[in-house]
Nanobody
Framework: QLVESGGGSVQAGGSLRLSCTASESAFNPYAMGWFRQAAGKERELVYAMLWSSFSTSTFTTSSMSGRFSISRDKAKKSIYLQMNRLKPEDTAVYYC?????????????????WGQGTSVTVST
């Protein structure tokens, strides 16, 4: 239901933009986010976005704030992750995910719809 694209290989300091599109026309999740999983490590939050009729909130970690940003195109049922000033430690598989109804959007366990993942490799 979620299809990611935009991964690839880039040198340190470069940029990539990941896209995630929901294939269901009626898909209207509570929140969506980006997670990543490096080899041998647990899946971690990159950026999450929660929206209502009145406002939008975003969540990220200090290591990514200022370098990464999340955006949404409601009409296209898509979210995007803009990654700038990439570092080798950003190398991972990046997953798009959605929370259908409610939950803590910073926690992996809250997400019940996942994309297949897209690989990002940052070289020195």
């Amino acid at each position: 239901q979620l299809v990611e694209s935009g991964g690839g290989s880039v040198q340190a300091g470069g940029s990539l933009r990941l896209s995630c599109t929901a294939s269901e026309s009626a898909f209207n999740p509570y929140a969506m986010g980006w997670f990543r999983q490096a080899a041998g490590k647990e899946r971690e939050l990159v950026y999450a976005m929660l929206w209502s009729s009145f406002s939008t909130s975003t969540f990220t970690t200090s290591s990514m704030s200022g370098r990464f940003s999340i955006s949404r195109d409601k009409a296209k049922k898509s979210i995007y992750l803009q990654m700038n000033r990439l570092k080798p430690e950003d190398t991972a598989v990046y997953y798009c995910a959605a929370v259908r109804t409610a939950g803590r959007v910073t926690e992996v366990s809250s997400y019940d719809v996942w994309g297949q993942g897209t690989s990002v490799t940052v070289s020195t």
